[in-house]
């Protein structure tokens, strides 16, 4: 009887340690930055979305699109949600075939731009992009933030009469008040916090549309990894639709959910329910030629060093 016993326990542990290694085997790993352009996670997470998929996930955020691209590619992370989508274009040319985009961030008409700025200082002279000449322009450090400037600055003039400087983000504004920059570039709300606390004024809100790219600037992705895709199908494809169905929450509860970006980007209420975003684009809405004429103009730029047909990068079911 005893052996009986001993015998059924260890079947029981046995079974119960198979139970908790699938269990943990099954929490899908996303990566998040603490960004507008992650606002669909939040709302996922938030209303039960990724719940009514049947899914246990763990949200991990990252400080930088270079480290959540690297633990993406690197398979430390099942899913990028999500981060821009030129870090996925220099990672795709170092290490081939380990990612796939499922969602984007944007604009899909060259007439769109509601997130880039152009800012100055409140009682600076300079009047538009050619005043720039000579002047000390801060931007977000990455080679693909000084292209982007400069193919703006180009449409108006020669952007080698410009020194641009790169500065960390948290420094943009305090640089400007202080002088050490007469510019930046660079996507809200560091505008809004540089006009609200009366260091700087907009020389210009939306610059991208100067850049005449008919289908937009397809500036953020969502990824999953190719080996994610591979071993866990189902899995992807109802992170997928949870995802979605926050994209349609966010069109039609707007205000509702604005309060999620308190919590998971730290941004004071009047910024949170103010700070302009771009769309979120699904795959079936989004048109690929896009995202390829905005890579050949970073291309063209010099941004990066071989040609890449981005039109392969993208999640197929």
Known sequence: MKKIVATVCMVMFLFGAAAGAFAAQDVVKIGYLRIVMSFPTFVAQEKGFFAEEGLKVELIPFNSGTAIVDALVAGRIDANCGSAIVTHWFAEQNVSGRFKIFLLYGTDSMEDDNTFVVVVKKDSPIKDL???????????????????????IRTQMDPEGVIFTEVPPPNLVPALAAGQIDAFFSPEPLGMIAVSKGMGRYLLKSP?????????????????????????????????????????????????????????????????????????????????????????????????????????????N
């Open 130 to 152: 050619k005043g720039l000449k000579g002047k000390k322009v801060g931007h977000f450090p990455g080679i693909t933030n000084l292209v982007l400037a400069k193919a703006i």
């Open 208 to 316: 991208l549309t100067l850049l005449r790219l008919k289908g937009g600037v397809p500036g953020g992705a969502f990824a999953f990894t190719t080996q994610f895709l591979k071993e866990s199908p189902e899995q992807a494809e109802k992170v997928k639709a949870a995802l979605e169905k926050a994209v349609d929450y966010i069109r039609n509860h707007e205000e509702e959910v604005r309060s999620y970006l308190i919590e998971y980007n730290s941004l004071p209420e009047p910024v949170a329910m103010r700070i302009p975003y771009d769309k979120f684009i699904k795959l079936d809405e989004f048109d690929k030629n896009a995202g390829q004429a905005y890579f050949d103009m970073l291309y063209k730029e010099g941004a990066y060093q071989q040609k890449l047909d981005t039109t392969k990068l993208y999640y197929e």
